[in-house]
């Protein structure tokens, strides 16, 4: 495990870090093409053995975690690896409830990295940190099809011209028990009915070519067969589907902050006021060691959490779950302000990573379930003991 820890770190340091400037300069020029940097390095990821790591199959969460952690340290670094949102998620599902059909069809050129995906959950007409309000339908329609319609937005992947596959959540079952009315299917972007009708911004930040849509859905026919496990059990999915996914954002996270902490110290080392280094200003010092007791924290809080995943199970580590995923954004967000901070103006400039990475970081508050609803549950479960 020690030595795949070194042959990441190996790899950031001589072909992510170096080619970061490359990457968002060729972005730059054509927003919504695919980076040719990020397709130049795939094949020496996947020579070096560095693909698709997060499968169960290769590695644990507990083991996986460390090595998620290195790949957050640059934005662009997870797709290299063929380990990046939503299509971990995505291909987590299909090879834990597709059909051998579904696999066969989908999941093997994610794995091979020679299509996207994305995720159609949220909708912006209801409040869909309670997903139960999902209003999007899926209607039978003959005894082999379906029809779906509804409205999704912040389907992050939709605008990557490589996207050809979304996974679909809508009312499939009205009258059962409010956690069974909900399933999910697969639907191919280029189904007649699937509209792409904006892109959103995060901040200002488009996020191309990935982005993040706003999308409609009109009469759009797919077969049965595209339906996962079955109807009324998309909470069944949703839920297989989020627990690693939240780890892996966390894990994340915390490798942002990592290097936003390193950047912070490299600069006011470098930086004089007042007649002596900022190093040597006491805010400045305070910030730092906060800043390292806070990314400890939550690194030593999300490896339990993986840990628990991979002994217990994803149900007994729930709550776990839900406070690795309260933290490590909220961390990550202070040790970055504090980044920022030390930076002065050239932080908010797209000079340096720190504000982009701050603004990427502030929608996990929200992306797979917000803190609220965390913090929710794992006051009930604290409740129950009591």
Known sequence: MSDLRQQLLAFMDEHVYPNESRHYAAIEQNRWAVSPIIEELKPLARAAGLWNLFLPENLSNAHYAP??????????????????????????????????????????????????SCFAMTEPAVASSDATNIQASITPDGPDHY???????????????????????????????????????????????????????????????HGHAEISFTDVRVPASNLLLGEGRGFEVAQGRLGPGRMHHCMR???????????????????????????????????????RIEI????????????????????????EIAMIKVVAPNVALRVLDRAIQAHGAAGVSQDFFLSSAWANIRTLRL????????????????????
């Open 296 to 319: 400890d924290q939550a690194r030593l809080l999300t490896m339990k959490a993986a840990e628990m995943m991979d002994t217990a199970g994803n149900k007994a580590a729930r709550a």
């Open 367 to 386: 992306a797979d379930g917000p803190d609220e609803v965390h913090l929710e549950s794992i006051a009930k479960l604290e409740l129950r003991k009591a």
């Open 147 to 209: 029809l779906l319609n509804g409205r999704k937005w912040w389907t992050s992947g939709a605008g990557d011209p490589r996207c050809r596959l979304a996974i679909f959540m809508g009312k499939s079952n009205p009258s059962a028990p409010p956690h069974q009315q909900q399933s999910m299917i697969l639907v191919p972007m280029d189904t007649p009915g699937v509209r792409i009708e904006r892109m959103l911004t995060v901040f200002g930040y488009d996020h191309a070519p």
């Open 67 to 116: 090595l998620c952690e290195i790949m957050g340290r640059s934005i662009m670094a997870p797709e290299i690896f063929n380990c990046s949102a939503p299509d971990t998620g995505n291909m987590e599902v299909l090879a834990r409830y597709g059909s051998i059909e579904q696999k066969d069809h989908w999941l093997k050129p994610l794995l091979n990295a020679e299509i996207r």
């Open 253 to 291: 996270c915390i490798g942002a902050a990592e290097r936003a902490l390193e950047a912070m110290c490299a600069r006011v080392k470098s930086r004089i006021a007042f007649g002596k280094p900022l190093a040597e200003q006491g805010t400045i010092r305070a910030d730092i060691a906060q800043s």
